[in-house]
T-cell receptor, first 110, second 116 residues
Framework: ELKVEQNPLFLSMQEGKNYTIYCNYS?????LYWYRQDPGKSLESLFV?????AVKQEGRLMASLDTKARLSTLHITAAVHDLSATYFC??????????FGTGTRLQVFP | DAGVIQSPRHEVTEMGQEVTLRCKPI?????LFWYRQTMMRGLELLIY????????DSGMPEDRFSAKMPNASFSTLKIQPSEPRDSAVYFC??????????????FGPGTRLTVL
């Protein structure tokens, strides 16, 4: 059974600090997605990583993919309150479906 | 592009009543997915369609749930009869044909269902 595991599940961090969210998956895949969900809102696509070694950056967020290690990371640089949300990674196992991780709930405090 | 449209946004009903949730995918998208999200179970895929045909309904919890896609621009998810444990946020998502780009799924705003 394909598993997608994120850690940590909960992350409380101070503004200005750096941290990394990890996404491990159990099958081969060349495509990985990161989504953001604000409380009470829908899922919004953040990054699409299509190959081994892919790195994408948007503002204070940077995502990377290592397909050999079956690992993706979402790095947060100098966190600000606006980044508070739940972040999901999702793996495309070469089928029509996406397999979502459990989500990481991020809270940034002053 | 208007994005994925869902209605209603909120639904409150009593146990035993029929509930119908509606979704309009992004024009030109070949795939439509129905998800359910709860605190306890997270995000679950219920069923998905390709070119209006149901492909995988293994996530549908039980026979009380049914989904249809009569045309490329409309899908429904029906619960009959509804139960309190069906209370959740139901999302619809769509994406284009595989291989034409990033294949990312685009989510609608969701329907928050409360069954009393």
């Amino acid at each position: 059974e394909l598993k997608v595991e994120q850690n940590p599940l909960f992350l409380s961090m101070q503004e200005g600090k750096n941290y990394t969210i990890y996404c491990n998956y159990s099958t081969t895949s060349d495509r990985l997605y990161w989504y953001r969900q604000d409380p009470g809102k829908s899922l919004e696509s953040l990054f699409v990583l299509l190959s081994n070694g892919a790195v994408k950056q948007e503002g204070r967020l940077m995502a990377s993919l290592d397909t050999k290690a079956r690992l993706s990371t979402l790095h947060i640089t100098a966190a600000v309150h606006d980044l508070s949300a739940t972040y999901f990674c999702a793996v495309d196992p070469n089928t029509d479906k996406l397999i979502f991780g459990t989500g990481t709930r991020l809270q940034v405090f002053p | 592009d208007a994005g994925v449209i869902q209605s209603p946004r909120h639904e409150v009903t009593e146990m035993g009543q029929e509930v119908t949730l509606r979704c309009k995918p992004i024009s030109g998208h070949d795939y439509l997915f129905w998800y359910r999200q709860t605190m306890m179970r997270g995000l679950e895929l219920l069923i998905y369609f390709n070119n209006n045909v149901p492909i995988d309904d293994s996530g549908m919890p039980e026979d009380r749930f049914s989904a249809k896609m009569p045309n490329a621009s409309f899908s429904t998810l029906k619960i009959q009869p509804s139960e309190p444990r069906d209370s959740a946020v139901y999302f619809c998502a769509s994406r284009p044909y595989r291989g034409t780009g990033y294949n990312e799924q685009f989510f609608g705003p969701g329907t928050r269902l409360t069954v009393l």
